[in-house]
Every structure is written in C-alpha cells, then in structure tokens.
C-alpha cells in the first residue's frame, strides 16, 4: 500500500545518516554557503562544521566525506583530528577534499605534511569551480560507499567464521560424549575421521587407523566379509551395516555392529560417510547362550518324556492289575516331578545328596524313627539324583509293602561316604534293613529292582546290588567319586 | 517274554540314558531277540568286536563322548557292512543325508509296534 506520509523527502532523510553526508569546514568568507547551495542543489546532504573540534567529532562518527578550506586546517585541535584518523578501522578511510589556499604558489613543509596527514585527499583550486567540486564530492561519497560495503561483507564473514567455529566444536562435543564409536571418511572411503570412543575402545595411537588402516582391527575371519560389504557400499551409496569382531584393547575380540550412511551434496554426490560402531558382544553372546540353553532344554525335554515312557511301559508289563498300576505309576511320576522341581530350583546343575535322601524319604517318614541316616553332603549332579530319589522310592515303597516300614520295629540305616581320595576316590552308598519281616528272594526282579540295579548304576557309572539278606534287605551302590557329578 | 531265538540276529542297544535303554532292551527282548547293551559309542565298538553275533545297530544320536550316535553308525557301516543300523532320536534338526544308506530311522518317543516290525523286517532279510 503506498502511504505518501511514510516517504520523507529526500533532503530530509539524507541530513539524518552522516554516513553519506559531507561536512564542510570553511569558516572564512563564503566558501561554505557556496559550497551548502551546490550541493543542496544536486542532492547531496551536507552539514557545516563551525570548528576544527567539531569535525574531528564528525570524522569520529563515520562522516561520508569532508570538504575543508587549506587555511582551516592549523591549530593544536588539528592533533586530534590526525590522532582519529589515524585510529580508523581498517575498512575506513574518510576522504577530504580540500579547497586550496590560493595565494600561494608553493607550499612550505609544514602545510605539505598537514596535507598528508589527511591520508586520502584531493585537491581543488580556487576560486571554486561548481562542476569540479561535485564531482568530486560525488566520487568520494562513491568510493566511501564502497568501503561500507567491505566492511559488511566482512563482518558477515567473520560472522559466519565463527558459527563454522562453534559448529565444529558442537559436533566434536557430541561425537565425543555419545556411547558409540563414530567415523567418518571421504567418498573414496579415506577415513579421515573417529570419535574420542573409537580411541578408548581399540587403544590405538591417534590416527594409526586412518585410510585403510581398519581393516587391520577387525578379526581375520571377518576381515574379507567387511571389506566386501563396505565396497558394495561406496560403489552404490546403499547404507552400510555389518556385524563383525574388533580388537578391543585388551586384545579379546568383541562384536560390534558397524553402520554408515553416506551424506549428499546438493546435487546428488556422495561428499561424505558418517558411521558408527555399536558394542553388541553381550548381547551376541547372550543368544549363543539363549540357542544352546534353548537346545539343551528341549533335548532333556524328550529325554524326561522318554524316560515317563519307559516308566509306564514297565508297570504295565509287571503290574498285578490295572489298579495296582495306576497307583505304580503315579507315585513313580509323582516322585520323578518332585526331583524335577527341586533341580529346577537349584537350576538344573547341581544338588547336595543330603537334601537329595531328605526329599525322597519324607512321604515314608511316619515318626516311628525307623530312619538313621549319615553322610557328608557331598555335591551331586542333576541326572544321578533324579536317578537316587527314584531308586530310594522303589526301596521305601518295597520296604513299607514286605520290608523294615510295615512293622513298627523295623530299621533302615542308610549311610553313604567317600573312600580314599584322588583319582581313585570311591563313592559307597548303603540302604541295610533289619528288625523287620523274614525276607525272601522275590521270584520275579520287578521294575523297582531292575531301576536300582541296573539304571541307577549306570547313571553314577558304577555298580550296585541288591541282596537278600535273611536279616533283611540291603542295597550297595559304588562308583568312582566323579560318578556323583559327571 | 518270548524265548530267545538263536536264528535271529542278536542286537546291540546303545543309549546314554539308563531308564531309556532299559525300557529298549525289554522292547527288543519282548520282540524275541537276544541283546547287548553299550551307554557310549566307545562301549559299543567294544561290544561289536567282543561279540559276533550281533546283526543290528540300534542306537541314539546324543551320546557323550568324541562320537555321537551318527559317527557310530558311519563307522559300523564302515568296518562291518553287513550289520543292519536303526538310528532313534530326539535331535529334531537332522540331515538325511548323514544317515548310512539303507539305515531306518524313528524320531523319538517311538512306537514299540514300528520298531518291532522294523527288526523282524531285518531279520527276514539277513537270514
């Protein structure tokens, strides 16, 4: 919208802004009136200095240019004037046009070098010559335009150096506080660049892995692998990624996951890659274990489904009836559950035989005190005591149907130990009744004693026997002491 | 149980679980064959050359020691060809490619039926 009140006049908006105004000291005769008139007359805003001082002041104050009488320029004020000029900024150099002092022909030294102390001027004769003198003035207010112009450009580029400077000193801080290992190369794939990261982690000297010095930090396996991948990558521009082993500083190999996007110039070009290294090693190793654990659990999975299998496949065959069975293997599975849960607990390695013989002998303890039971509490490994409890079931079972448990007087002593020590250490464990009914050697060996002579044994690795003592039953286990764990 | 048959190839039950191969050996005895047992593949090497008469390899896969059930069958295969292999297993990833030509195989728990039949099969043809 054009609002004819918002343009001031010409004349007006010049008088304000010194920058491209001229001051005029000329304080003899009519110089300056002429000069102010000519000047008015072409456009070109001026303001007339009553003293020496006061141009001084003007000069101070970026004035556009100075028109000054030759006669004028004495005096001790004439020290400051040349002391401002001399401290302009570098840019700045006022120009004077000077009106000379016509009536002498040649100048002494002391007016040539009051002169040359103005630095830029020019000089006009008198009396004044209306077209010289704006020309004059109308080139030096051109050539001050000029050095405003300079001066801008370099205060923006002194601006812009120094947001280059603190750019630079932002990435720096947060490419060196961030928990990643950060690079960066040139197209070709130079690296020219790593992060304070890269540094700790492979505790190389600085710069001994610029170039292609990296390849040398990747463990040999993978070394081809990456390189294979990385020139795919700055062939094409698709991003890079890659898991892979990096020579840590404390020379053990660590996975890592290594990634690069490549950044674009305007016009499409690939100027740069930034890339980072990410320490994945415990998590890789995490799943190893995850797989292994997952493996192992579903091969002890079907081994205990097997072994369920086997366990109501030997019932039927020797059961008396189908309820007798039933109550068979219930119990069977029932106490191979409650083996199962305590191992669990103790997460599936390794148990104390101690606790193993407590669990099993409590659904048959009755407070009779039939039960003595001695023995150090000696490791013992997941299978072998799964293998126990259910032979010490069969034992207690039998012994509460025929043997020591169905009469109130009967005993059992069971006692286990460690016989001599190194390589050839022993492992010996006892079940012996006695005080209870007369016994006899059944006719027929059922699951119970073929479990105990036969499967129990080969889970420690070692032997065991049942005899039939008149004085009762008695059961002996051996192996060597590894048995118990391996 | 049947009454062993001196005809019929005896076999070599090889299984790391005691309860396992226990319930296997009664398996095959109830089938009416004659058995031996080995808990590793180094025990069954033992057992094949202690005992000529044995005519069918029945192993697991998942055994301790340097060789699993696999290896001991390549190696049975190798040094006596004419002995029969039955592989059963757990191990649910398996190549077919690296069992012996002509061997059988049953994924485990297996049918007692299956094997049975499987073993008088063999047994018809080794005579």
Known sequence: MNDPQAVLPQKQKSALNLTMSVAILAPRGRDAEVARQLLDKENIASVVAPSIEKL?????????????????????????????????????????????????????????????????????????????????????????????????????????????????????????????????TLPDGYHDYYNRRWYEFTGVPDGSTDGEAWNGMFHPDDQERAWSKWRHSLATGDPYEIEYRLKHRSGDYRWVLGRAQPVRSSTGEIIRWYGSCTDIHKIKIAEEQRQLMLAEMNHRVKNTLAMVHAIVSQTLRQADSLQDAQASIQSRIGMMAQAHDRLIQSTWTETKIDEVVEAALVPHRSGQGHFKVEGPDLPIGSKQALALTMALHELATNAAKYGALSIAAGKIHIYWDIIDQGENAVFEFNWVESKGPKVEQPSRRGFGSRMIEQALAGYFNGSAELSYKTEGLSFVLKSLSKGLTD | MASEDKSKPAVLIVEDEPLIRMEAVDMIIDAGFKTYEAGSADRAIAMMELHDDIGILFTDIDMPGTMDGLKLAAYVRNRWPPVAIIIASGVVELERTSLPEGSAFFPKPYATSQITKTLHDIAVRLH
């Open chain 1, 56 to 184: 001084t002041h003007y000069v101070q104050n970026q004035i556009g240019a100075v028109l000054v009488a030759e006669e004028a320029l004495i005096g001790t004020e004439i020290e400051a004037l040349q002391h401002s000029l001399q401290m302009q900024p570098p840019w700045s150099d006022v120009p004077f046009i000077v009106l000379a002092n016509g009536t002498a022909s040649s100048r002494s030294a002391a007016a040539k070098l009051r002169m040359d102390a103005l630095r830029n001027a020019v000089l006009l004769s008198r009396p004044l010559h209306a077209e010289e003198l704006v020309r004059a003035i109308r080139s030096a207010l051109n050539a001050r335009t000029r050095q405003y112009e300079a001066r801008e450009r370099m205060v923006k580029l002194e601006f812009r150096e120094q947001q280059l400077y603190e750019s630079e000193a932002k990435f720096h801080a947060i490419a060196d506080s961030v928990d990643q290992m950060i690079w960066s």
